[in-house]
């Protein structure tokens, strides 16, 4: 199954390339205080066209990493390359507003990341005005009406506010929003989580049509491992600040080698072996991904090792083995 009839084959440019990218949070108060590594040396890259999702359970690092990307929050160490450009120190202190514009992110809470006070035609329009194109600009108001057919609304949304709109509807007008500022990443940060279940499915779709129509390239963050199957060509897997494994998305979560993937999959109710869950096992599985991973507080170093070249399958394995 997937979510659009052909898969793009991704080119070897890199639309986004991420290198030992580190951030550590301070949490507590002042007797409680403690440091979080969010993320710890992570690598990614995702191709022109091309759809990379990064799952796994809360608290693993996948918001940190799309907010570092869309330069929300500072990692303190490694590299964010954009169109051949290292743009932690070229632009450090801040984003230029032309970074801003080729890299958008559409967040998770619909109700949140539209401003009720403003109508959708600002909204779009906006957007359009700060990162579109000389030919877009000249004239907002028609390019916002046309991004909203593209996203599947019409005109008559232009002059609506946002507590008119349902979930959906608001999470497709922040989509012509990224859209307007004419892209080369989305960073789509769970953007169905907190829609209804009958209205996700159409999100991706969309997401996987834009894609194929004008060559985006979408980082698509979820905790959800059958919507990344769904719609992205390759699926990367985190676990505590890490990245542990990769591949296509079909290879890899057809046949996964971390134990930590497999705990994941082995989470998600399968219509065909109900009744299948077995705590034991998954208690076996925990022992395992502590045994690859080692304790919190001192992690083990890994390598990185090819599972299958074809699909570029890869797994974080323990550096000094397993045994
Ligand atoms: N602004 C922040 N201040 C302090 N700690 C943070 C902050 N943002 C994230 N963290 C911590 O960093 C870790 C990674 O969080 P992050 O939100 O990236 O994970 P996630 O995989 O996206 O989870 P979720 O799906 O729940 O958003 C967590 O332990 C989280 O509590």
Known sequence: MSATTEKTTPTAESALRVEGLSKTFTVGGMLSRRKVRALDSVDLDIGTGEIVALVGESGSGKSTLARCVARLEAPESGRIVVDGE????????????????????????????????????????????????????????????????????????????????????????????????EPQLILADEPTSMLDVSVRIGILNLLGRLRDETGVSILYVTHDLASARYLADRTVVMYRGRAVEGGESLALLGDPVHPYTQLLLSAVPDPERSGSYDPVRRAEMRREVERWLGPEHAPRAVVRRTVDATSQHWVAEPADGLA
Request: proline fraction near 5%.
């Open 86 to 181: 290292d743009v932690l120190r070229t632009e450090r202190r801040r984003a230029s507003r032309a970074y801003r514009g080729r890299v958008q992110m559409v967040f998770q809470d619909p109700f949140g990341s539209l401003n009720p006070v403003h109508r959708i035609e600002y909204v779009v329009t906006r957007s359009v005005e700060l990162h579109g194109s000389p030919e877009a600009r000249r004239d907002p108001r028609a390019r916002a009406a046309e991004l909203l057919e593209t996203v599947g609304l019409d005109a008559s949304y232009l002059d609506r506010f946002p507590h008119e709109l349902s979930g959906g509807q608001r999470q497709r007008v922040s989509i012509a929003r990224a859209l307007g500022a």
